[in-house]
């Protein structure tokens, strides 16, 4: 895990070396920084795999140059491959093998590939660069692209100088939480989409890009449950036994949930020495889940270590929240999450997670939602517009969100798309034309809960999980693996029957059944209170003062297509206590946070 970093732009290297050294938690190990012909590669190590001076990088192999920031967790069997048909190694490095393999496949060499990465590779020799991003976005990739000039990193804030604020991505923030790929903050700066790679020849200053992956239409398998239990099993053991691979200490995230439960489950049977498991609890039982960790953990004879918190700790991150998480971000739970990365680096230097289970099985609270109001919603639509008119609704006495949204919304698709988009609640116009790229999900299954996961998918688990998976981890130089992030599970997931991964009051059935082989179904079968913190009430107390300074009308004001009077009154009444606007809220003080550190607005 790594930072990385290329440019044809003339810096000298004293400014390319301080703009690597602004995200040096991504590799404190090692700063390397190279020049080839017109361009300049730099990278920063977080030594993981053949921790020698040897695999450092910018890497060479004849006339190829890499940078390259992840894991290739098949790379032995490729480089078994490769050495059959001639090749030799001088490093123990799955860089080398990437690197070797392209000289061999090209830009073949993705389909062979297992891992999480984001890479660029310069052939001197054609003087033209091949970057490629892994199929579901675990790994970051920015690039800036103007006028033939170009910088590529793996975070923003190396490119952030002299730029525009992108007002487009502002109204998409508001709307997400985030802003979705390819989109960023700033003008000219973009992020390239998972399961795509992109091509410069600078002979011609021509940049084109493509796809090499993507979810396909569904083809449900005609199988038995034991035979798809049997087969998923055996999928996620090799997952996990892959991700095992590493020349530094090794742990595993384990929470009250499924999903790290399994995880570290797998990992406990088929790791060679006993395992170290890591969990964070909270004051507040309405928090806190690391009794039910404890237990799990007892149960797999792990060595464990559960750390309890306050809120104190938790809210003494959000500067580095803003460090680490260089471009808006208002997901809360990347706070808790930074504070587990902190506690675990003081063991180990890789971790598993459990991040993915949910998306692939079925597993988010949204999907029993989709459920209960899916009769709704096949009411034609003229007869939901009339019965969401105020008199019904209050003479039913009907305040729910759901069914007031599954009564307003026109289609199966657009109250999937609500789950994921507030589409322009907060903004005087609302626009949504960056949907565009996420509109696969239509035409990949005609299940309707599948439509919701494969949205989840390709929009919130790259532009939400997987970025506060990697930028919490990366500020405090963790590598974080998930298994349920293979490619191949994703893949055999997707061809299950719904009634295999999903049961109405028992989500992600088949996992749970799976998880029984390790662990008894009484002690995992009690209610998920998520990766959660009570920040909405911390804004109306502990950081009241902060929110409402930082939320001040010369601020609002600036704030492209914002409403400011429905913000205002949507803040009042948070703060009363009437209503619990905290993603709202939250939403805006993040904002507001990261205008004021990079100087914008």
Same mark, same amino acid.
């Given at each position: 895990?790594?930072?990385i970093?290329?440019?044809n ?5 004293n400014?390319?070396e301080s =703009? ?6 991504r #590799?404190?190990?090692?700063?390397g920084?190279?020049s080839v012909?017109k361009?300049t590669? #730099?990278h920063l190590?977080?030594s993981?795999?053949d921790?020698?001076a040897?695999?450092?990088? $910018?890497?060479?192999y004849?006339?190829?140059?890499i940078?390259?920031n ?5 790379y032995?069997?490729i480089?078994?491959?490769?050495l !059959?048909l +001639?090749?030799?190694?001088t490093?123990?490095s799955?860089t080398?093998?990437l690197l070797?393999?392209?000289k061999e496949?090209g830009k073949?060499?993705?389909q062979?590939?297992n891992?999480? &990465? ?5 052939n001197?020799?054609?003087?033209t660069?091949?970057?490629a991003?892994d199929r579901?976005?675990?790994k970051p ?5 103007n006028d033939?000039?170009f910088e590529?990193c793996?975070?923003?804030? $190396?490119?952030l100088?002299?730029?525009?604020i992108?007002n487009e991505a502002? !109204?998409?923030?508001?709307d997400c939480?985030?802003i979705p790929?390819p989109y960023?903050i700033v003008?000219?700066v ?5 399961g795509n ?5 600078f002979n /011609?200053?021509?940049k084109?890009?493509?796809e ?5 239409d569904?083809?449900v398998?005609?199988?038995?449950y034991e /035979?798809? =239990? ?8 090799d *997952?996990?036994k892959?991700?095992?691979q590493?020349d530094v200490?090794i742990?595993?995230?384990?929470? +009250?949930?499924i999903d790290s439960a399994?995880?570290s489950?797998i990992?406990?049977?088929v790791?060679?020495t006993?395992v170290?498991t890591?969990?964070i ?9 690391s009794?039910?960790a404890e237990?799990?953990?007892e ?7 559960? /750390?309890?918190c306050?809120p104190?700790?938790?809210?003494n991150l959000?500067p580095?929240l803003?460090?680490? &998480?260089?471009?808006p971000?208002a997901?809360s739970? *990347?706070l ?5 990365n902190k506690?675990?680096?003081q063991?180990v230097t @890789? *971790?598993? !997670? #459990?991040?993915?289970g949910?998306e692939s099985f ?9 459920v209960?109001?899916k009769?709704i919603?096949d009411?034609?639509y003229?007869?939901?517009k009339f019965?969401?008119k105020p ?11 759901? @069914?007031?949204?599954?009564?307003n919304?026109?289609?199966?698709n ?7 988009s507030r589409?322009g &609640?907060l ?6 034309d960056?949907m565009?790229h996420?509109q696969?999900?239509?035409k990949?299954s ?10 989840n998918i ?7 999980s997987n970025? =506060?998976v ?5 500020a405090?130089s963790v ?6 992030l293979?490619?191949?599970? @994703?893949e055999y997931?997707?061809t299950?029957?719904m009634?295999f991964?999903y049961?109405?009051?028992?989500q992600?059935?088949i ?5 029984k082989e390790y ?7 009690? $209610?998920?209170?998520g990766?959660?913190v009570?920040? #909405?009430?911390?804004m109306?107390n502990?950081l009241?003062d902060?929110?409402?300074t *930082?939320l001040?009308?010369?601020?609002l ?11 205002k ?7 009363a206590? =009437?209503e619990?606007?905290t993603h709202?809220?939250?939403?805006l003080?993040?904002l507001?946070?990261?205008c004021?550190?990079?100087n &914008?607005?």
């Amino acid at each position: 895990m790594c930072g990385i970093y290329l440019t044809n732009i003339p810096y000298d290297n004293n400014e390319i070396e301080s =703009k690597l050294k602004s995200i040096s938690f991504r #590799g404190p190990d090692y700063l390397g920084i190279k020049s080839v012909d017109k361009l300049t590669l #730099g990278h920063l190590r977080l030594s993981i795999l053949d921790l020698n001076a040897r695999s450092h990088q $910018p890497m060479q192999y004849e006339k190829l140059h890499i940078v390259f920031n992840g894991e290739i967790y098949n790379y032995k069997d490729i480089k078994k491959e490769l050495l !059959s048909l +001639g090749y030799t190694f001088t490093t123990e490095s799955d860089t080398e093998v990437l690197l070797v393999g392209y000289k061999e496949w090209g830009k073949n060499v993705l389909q062979k590939l297992n891992g999480m &990465f984001a890479f660029s590779i310069y052939n001197s020799e054609t003087n033209t660069l091949f970057s490629a991003r892994d199929r579901l976005g675990v790994k970051p990739f920015y690039y800036y692209w103007n006028d033939g000039e170009f910088e590529i990193c793996s975070q923003i804030k $190396p490119l952030l100088k002299g730029k525009q604020i992108n007002n487009e991505a502002i !109204s998409m923030f508001l709307d997400c939480m985030y802003i979705p790929s390819p989109y960023t903050i700033v003008e000219h700066v973009f992020k390239l989409p998972p399961g795509n790679y992109m091509e410069i020849d600078f002979n /011609t200053n021509k940049k084109t890009s493509d796809e090499y992956w993507n979810l396909k239409d569904v083809k449900v398998k005609d199988i038995s449950y034991e /035979t798809a =239990k049997k087969e998923l099993h055996e999928l996620l053991i090799d *997952a996990v036994k892959i991700r095992l691979q590493s020349d530094v200490p090794i742990g595993s995230f384990l929470s +009250g949930g499924i999903d790290s439960a399994l995880v570290s489950s797998i990992a406990a049977k088929v790791s060679p020495t006993k395992v170290n498991t890591f969990s964070i609890g909270f004051e507040d039982p309405k928090f806190d889940e690391s009794k039910i960790a404890e237990q799990y953990a007892e149960i797999l004879d792990t060595n464990h270590k559960t /750390t309890i918190c306050n809120p104190e700790d938790i809210l003494n991150l959000i500067p580095k929240l803003v460090d680490a &998480f260089d471009e808006p971000f208002a997901d809360s739970s *990347a706070l808790p999450s930074l504070l587990l990365n902190k506690i675990t680096k003081q063991y180990v230097t @890789v *971790a598993l !997670s #459990g991040d993915g289970g949910d998306e692939s099985f079925i597993g988010y609270p949204y999907f029993d939602s989709l459920v209960r109001h899916k009769s709704i919603i096949d009411i034609p639509y003229l007869i939901r517009k009339f019965l969401a008119k105020p008199i019904f609704l209050n003479a039913f006495k009907i305040n729910s969100h759901r @069914v007031r949204n599954a009564l307003n919304t026109k289609t199966r698709n657009d109250f999937i798309e609500n789950i994921f988009s507030r589409k322009g &609640f907060l903004l005087k116009e609302k626009k949504q034309d960056w949907m565009k790229h996420y509109q696969g999900y239509k035409k990949w299954s005609n299940i309707f809960l599948q439509k919701a996961a494969d949205l989840n998918i390709k929009l919130w688990l790259e532009n939400d999980s997987n970025v =506060k998976v990697d930028r919490a981890s990366m500020a405090y130089s963790v590598e974080v693996r998930s298994p349920f992030l293979d490619y191949r599970i @994703v893949e055999y997931a997707r061809t299950l029957p719904m009634s295999f991964r999903y049961e109405k009051g028992r989500q992600k059935k088949i996992l749970r059944d799976i998880l029984k082989e390790y662990i008894p179904e009484d002690v995992f079968n009690q $209610p998920k209170r998520g990766f959660a913190v009570p920040i #909405g009430d911390w804004m109306r107390n502990e950081l009241k003062d902060e929110v409402l300074t *930082a939320l001040n009308d010369d601020f609002l004001n600036k704030v492209p297509n914002l409403d400011v009077s429905k913000f205002k009154r949507i803040l009042d009444e948070h703060m009363a206590g =009437k209503e619990d606007h905290t993603h709202h809220v939250w939403k805006l003080y993040t904002l507001s946070k990261w205008c004021k550190e990079y100087n &914008f607005l």
